[in-house]
Structures are given as C-alpha cells and as structure tokens.
C-alpha cells in the first residue's frame, strides 16, 4: 500500500501516542496488527513498523515479536522527551540546574520521608546497593539517576516524578563530572545513604537536609564551571574519563527508556 500524501511515520507516531496518553488505550491493550493499523491509517506496513519503533524508544509499548504491540505502563519518562528538547534549546548551566534540583529534590526527599512504605523503603535499599556496586563510569550514572528517582517514588507524588523523569539527560550531565574525582565521589556516596537512612526511619527533616547537604555545590568545587554550558561541561568530563566525545550516545546508555518504576508488559 501507498502511503496517504502527507502522512509520516512521525505524524503516525504522534496520534498513536496522543490516543494512548489520553487514556484511549490502558497498560497491558494490544494494538492493531501492523495489518489492521495501516489500513486503518491508510498508510504503509513498514511506516506502522517505524512508527511503533518510535513508540518503542519512548517507552510507551513494548513489541513482542510474533505477538504484536503492547502498551506499557506509565514511566516516568514516558513523554519526558520532549521537555528535555526544550530545556536543551535554553542552553542551561551547571548553576541553574543545581538551584532547580535544590528546589525540587530536597522537599522531594522530605515527602518521602513522611510517605515511605515498607516496599518504598526496600526498593531505595536495593537501589542504593546497586549505585554502591557500580563498577564503571555508565553504570555509575544510571544507577544514581535510578536512586534519585527512586525517592521520588518513594514521595508518592507522580507530578513530582515526572518532572525529574524529565530532568534526568539533565542530571546524568552533571553527575559524570564528578566520576573523575574521588573526593567528590566519596562525598556523593555518603549522602545517598544518609538520605537513604533518613527516608528508612520515616525522618522528612532529615531527609530534606540531607538531600540539601548532598546537591550543596559549595564543597564540589564547580568554581567557574557554574555559569558553563551543561554540555559542555559534561562534554570535558567524558574527555577527562576516556570515555571519548559522544555525549549523546553516553547519555543514551545510561538514561534508559524504562527508568523509574514503569513495568513492562505484554506478558500475558
């Protein structure tokens, strides 16, 4: 079949995204076969295939060869994408992102506190035992990103996931500048678990003042770095580890597209 004139894999992508974010289609619904899909749409069976690759990569289905596609549910990053294109446009600064994080994070972690149940508190114990076994620079990041979003889960507030869903790229920038610096990294791992621990004995002043001491800047030793480009501090920091000049592609490693408490379905 000949694709209807003016019709993309992306503009496909976008209404099969708009009617599962309205709530059109539940976690767990199979689509339309590619079959029925490209009739429906009048379009071609290898555009319905890009499309659902598209919808794949966002985190919104998951493709089960042989079986069809299948709506995930709710990750925190489902839809994310876009606000970091947006906040990438604003070119921000290592500062900005800092007072941003200092803002939410910190009455994140107090929510967390006052909310944690006994899963919540397990899942930021296995969360934390995972960052505190990293064994290399990718799996380091993504399992920090994995933790802070994880407290705010815990916090039982899914807009306040949500937003920091959509941070993480943000975040992941930040948190390889500090890799190369032991001291730094000490410091970082030591206020994980005392957030951890604080968020455990149901403390929200001490989570909130933890997580404060934690994102602090003043013993990170920025220095000027606070008013440069996000990426490309980042950017200087892979050099610095090694780890080559595809920030891009480091990102795309360790900010996975089923980070945070989304499950996966289609099993059934």
């Avoid at 976008?14 to 899909?37: K, M, N, T, V, Y």
């Avoid at 006052?114 to 899942?123: E, H, K, P, T």
């Amino acid at each position: 079949m000949t694709s209807r004139p003016g019709k993309s894999r992306d503009s496909l992508a976008a209404e099969l995204e708009a009617e599962i974010l309205s709530g059109g289609l539940a976690p767990g619904d199979r689509l339309f076969s590619e079959r029925q899909l490209a009739e429906r749409q009048g379009v071609s069976r290898p555009m319905v295939r890009e499309a659902l690759r598209i919808l794949a990569e966002r985190g919104l289905v998951e493709i089960a060869p042989g079986r069809g596609a299948f709506v995930r549910h709710p990750s925190p990053l489902a839809g994310s994408r876009p606000l970091d294109a947006v906040y990438r446009r604003a070119h921000p600064t290592a500062w900005e992102l800092i007072e941003a994080r200092l803002v939410i994070e910190s009455e994140t972690a107090s929510l967390a506190g006052q909310r944690a149940g006994l899963d919540d508190v397990r899942r930021l114990e296995r969360r934390l035992q995972a960052l505190e076994s990293a064994s290399d620079p990718a799996e380091s990041v993504g399992r920090d990103l994995a933790f802070h979003l994880e407290v705010a889960v815990a916090a039982h507030n899914r807009i306040l996931e949500a937003v920091l869903a959509s941070l993480a790229s943000l975040l992941a920038e930040l948190m390889v500048r500090t890799l190369g610096e032991p001291e730094a990294h000490q410091r970082t791992a030591r206020f994980h678990r005392e957030v951890y621990e604080a968020i455990a004995a149901r403390d929200p002043e001490r989570a909130r003042a933890a997580m404060r001491s934690h994102l602090d800047p003043a013993p990170a030793g920025l220095g000027r770095q606070y008013d440069d480009d996000l990426d490309a501090m980042a950017l200087r920091a892979l050099r610095r580890l090694g780890l080559g000049d595809d920030l891009p592609r480091f990102l795309r490693d360790v900010v996975p597209a089923d980070l945070g408490s989304g499950e996966t379905v289609g099993a059934r």
